[in-house]
């Protein structure tokens, strides 16, 4: 089975700092991994995806993510955070063998950059 | 190019009732997706189409059902509603030129509340 965990309820930081936002996954095939986020009242936006190939992916807003097969991980970054980043982040993965857009969503990270 | 578009955007039920909620997918994405988004229960997928048929469903009870038209709208229908229905419903679309690598488009979400 499918699965996506993100072990931390909220991650503070302050600005101008990196942040890490973690995020592990459980597929039985290859992954596709992706990064969303979330402001209050909207739908998801978009960040990045890894699908192959380089293991370091950067997508949307200065953002980073990096792929860990033999840790099962894709941790979120940012070298230096602004407070215009805080929301909530969600991690999710599909399986390459699903023959639909299916996505596991992770329960969310909330990330609060203090100024 | 306009976004996916979801009405309506809030509404207020009462237990027993039923509710329609409509998706308008970005032009030419062929597949739409649905989900539950809860406090307690975080993003859970409900179901997939794709050129009108259902790719994919979620582990929701009967009451809980969609259908896409040949234009790619896409609808859910919550039939004998519960207190515990009360939630953000998502609509996402995608294109299949990505294959199934390709990212979600989110909406902004329709807010229902069961009295």
């Known amino acids: 089975a499918q699965s996506v965990a993100q072990p931390e309820d909220q991650v503070n930081v302050a600005e101008g700092n990196p942040l890490t936002v973690k995020c592990t996954y459980s597929?039985?095939?290859?992954?596709?991994l992706f990064w969303y986020v979330q402001y209050p009242n909207r739908g998801l936006q978009f960040l990045l995806k890894?699908?192959?190939?380089?293991?370091l992916v950067k997508g949307s807003y200065g953002f980073e993510a990096e792929f860990n097969k033999s840790q099962t991980s894709f941790h979120l970054k940012k070298p230096s955070a602004l407070v215009s980043d805080s929301a909530l982040y969600f991690c999710?993965?599909?399986?390459?063998?699903?023959?639909?857009?299916?996505?596991?969503f992770g329960s969310g990270t909330r990330l609060l950059v203090r100024p | 190019k306009a976004g996916v578009t979801q009405t309506p955007r809030y509404l207020i039920k009462t237990r027993g009732q039923q509710v329609t909620l409509s998706c308008s997918p970005i032009?030419?994405?062929?597949?739409v997706s649905w989900y539950q988004q809860t406090p307690g229960q975080g993003l859970q997928f409900l179901f997939e189409?794709?050129?009108?048929?259902?790719?994919n469903k979620g582990n929701f009870p009967g009451r809980f059902s969609g259908r896409q038209f040949s234009n790619s709208r896409s609808e859910m229908n919550v039939s004998t509603l519960e207190l515990g229905d009360s939630a953000l419903y998502l609509c996402?679309?995608?294109?299949?030129?990505?294959?199934?690598?390709?990212?979600?488009?989110f909406g902004e979400g329709s807010r229902l509340t069961v009295l």
């Open positions: 996402a679309s995608s294109s299949n030129r990505q294959g199934r690598s390709g990212e979600l488009f």
């Open positions: 597929v039985s095939g290859n992954p596709y």
């Open positions: 890894y699908i192959t190939g380089d293991n």
């Open positions: 999710a993965v599909r399986d390459m063998r699903d023959s639909s857009y299916k996505l596991i």
């Open positions: 032009s030419g994405h062929r597949s």
């Open positions: 189409y794709f050129s009108e048929t259902q790719r």
